[in-house]
């Protein structure tokens, strides 16, 4: 079974005689998107779930590295050098990651340029 909760990005595929019950858990705290079913053999690759996730996939990546590093947006732009609703348009696809912003970005979060990209 296929699963995903949206916010905060949790995406994941359990199996096995309780995997019912610990997404019924999982429901009680966060909206919980069934993808496939407990019978269903479909790869994540084959979701539209991740076919959205790979039109954004700087955006989504960016996101990560952020929240990973425990910072705002805000705090993101304001170490980097640009404005809040930069790292917005970045993080949402509304604005193409180019490698110069990706290698200021990936300085500030302390990680290598091409795990954005």
């Known amino acids: 079974m296929l699963a995903v909760v949206k916010n905060p990005r949790i995406e994941l595929s359990i199996n096995g005689s309780g995997a019912k019950q610990a997404l019924d858990w999982l429901a009680r705290k966060f909206r919980v998107q069934i993808i496939t079913g407990n019978d269903d053999k ?4 084959e979701t539209d779930f991740y ?6 996939r700087s955006g989504n990546l960016l996101e990560a590295a952020r929240l990973k590093a425990g910072l705002s ?9 640009v404005r809040q609703t930069m790292v917005s348009e970045f993080e949402n696809g509304r604005r193409r990651l180019t490698n110069k912003m ?3 970005f990936a300085e500030v979060l302390k990680i ?3 795990r954005l990209l």
């Open 73 to 81: 947006q805000k705090q993101l732009a304001e170490v980097a050098g």
């Open 51 to 56: 076919r959205e996730m790979e039109v954004n």
């Open 102 to 104: 990706a290698e200021r």
């Open 112 to 114: 290598k340029p091409e």
């Open 42 to 45: 479909v790869t994540i690759e």
